[in-house]
């Protein structure tokens, strides 16, 4: 609430009914209250009219920072600690206190229970002398005529007290030109003012670090976008306000979530991830889900497989010119695609009716061949291999019986006829059985 209240020229005090009040100063405010010679017992002028025609407010000790406006000597400076203060504030403070003024006193008087600490007062005081005891010049003195000066003041201190009567004494303390102007610091204060400035405090937050007995080291960004806790039981980095890198103390295990880049890095012994996305993986022992990426080799040049994704290929290299590889997509569907000196010398791929075998020059070399379902499977166009053997019996058939009637006609000697039978029988000189002719009846 000070703070708040400094920001606004203003101070917060307990009034003396138990409520909290801030009570705003301004250099052209009216008194708030007039006290007659009759009012006081006693009013000692402590230190010559004080006057404030300069502002500067600390916003940080530590960082050195500092806002300033109005101008004057350090006696006609006011200073204050705000933490909030900034350039706009400090103007406007200047502003409103710029020429404020008040005279600093020792003052003891009648009780008035309604004043309270802030509110202004005016009272005279009569200093008037006789003329033997003038010490000054005519010209050089100013005093009115019935010796009574009047005076404005400032209740900053206030005390009530009873004895017989209600009593009040007021202060209004300031410091002295001289001590504003040259401020003599005792060994005590000079460490005391060092170990302020050098001491880290608990819950005050240097660049977005603050500690305290709760969580320990905590640094937190003003966005929210990342915090880092630090303590015996915490090791965490925060994304928002979800985990992104922490130490899993029963586990015995830091964990990470979220994507972790890098320029390089050297990882020893086996990663296992669910999804891995990138140009090029080198690796000994890679166990994962998936592994997703633009190419895969098991060697940069020389004998090796490559899974690219540059038409999908799926390629084993014996060396650059000798090579097998898996096309996705090779006519009509899937194909494996054989190379020799980079060209393509031979093909296997599967259509909509069937496997296709292509090749340059294909030489079979099997130790035993079944076919399911005959010879009559194997083609060529418009012929199968079960009619070509056919044609070839047919042309063997007649060509035998072509051969056995030359040998009937050189070599029969004579023949038979068995009716019962219906068995034509040839028979050579010596009688032996050239051939039998079934005739039908």
Avoid at 163 to 168: A, D, E, H, T
Wanted: proline fraction near 3%.
């Amino acid at each position: 609430m000070a703070n708040i209240a400094g920001c606004n020229a203003a101070s917060v005090f307990v009034s003396l009914d138990g409520k909290i009040k801030f009570k705003r100063f301004a250099a052209a405010a009216p008194i708030d209250f007039d006290m007659t010679s009759r009012d006081y017992i006693r009013a000692k002028l402590t230190n010559p009219i004080k006057t404030y025609t300069r502002i500067v407010v600390t916003a940080s000790t530590e960082d050195d920072i500092a806002y300033a406006a109005g101008a004057g000597d350090e006696g006609k400076t006011l200073r204050l600690d705000n933490p909030f203060a900034t350039q706009q504030i400090v103007n406007d403070l200047h502003a409103q206190l710029n020429g404020f003024a008040y005279q600093p006193l020792e003052m003891d008087t009648r009780g008035f229970p309604q004043l309270e600490p802030g509110d202004s007062i005016e009272f005279v005081r009569n200093e008037g002398t006789t003329w033997a005891q003038m010490t000054s010049q005519w010209a050089n003195t100013n005093v009115p005529w019935d010796g009574m000066v009047h005076y404005r003041s400032i209740i900053l201190h206030q005390t009530l007290s009873f004895k017989g009567g209600l009593k009040m004494s007021i202060q209004a303390p300031s410091k002295s030109e001289q001590q504003s102007e040259f401020v003599t610091k005792g060994p005590l204060t000079q460490q005391v003012e060092s170990i302020d400035k050098t001491a880290v405090k608990q819950g005050k937050s240097y660049y977005g670090v603050t500690t305290s007995k709760e969580e320990g080291l905590v640094i937190d960004r003003d966005d929210g976008k990342a915090k880092a806790v630090f303590n015996a039981d915490e090791l965490t980095f925060y994304k928002g306000s979800s985990k992104a890198l922490w130490f899993d103390v029963a586990n015995d295990k830091y964990k990470f979530s979220g994507t972790l880049e890098g320029v390089d890095g050297v990882f020893k012994g086996t990663i296992q991830a669910g999804t891995i996305i990138g140009g090029t993986i080198n690796g000994s022992s890679i166990t994962g889900g998936t592994i997703t990426g633009s190419l895969i080799r098991t060697s940069s040049d020389g004998t090796r497989i490559e899974l690219s994704a540059t038409n999908n290929l799926l390629t084993a290299y014996y060396n650059s010119n000798y090579y097998i590889s898996i096309n996705p997509l090779y006519g009509g569907g899937p194909g494996i695609q054989f190379f020799n000196n980079g060209n393509n010398v031979g093909n296997i791929y599967m259509s909509s009716n069937g496997l296709w075998i292509g090749a340059d020059n294909l030489f079979l070399s099997v130790g035993s061949t079944t076919i399911q379902g005959g010879w009559s499977q194997l083609k060529i166009p418009n012929q199968t291999l079960q009619a070509a053997l056919d044609s070839k019996a047919d042309v063997s058939a007649l060509n035998s019986k072509a051969d056995q009637s030359y040998v009937v006609a050189r070599d029969v000697y004579s023949a038979s006829f068995d009716s019962s039978t219906r068995n034509l029988k040839l028979y050579n000189s010596s009688g032996a059985t050239l051939v039998t002719v079934n005739i039908p009846s």
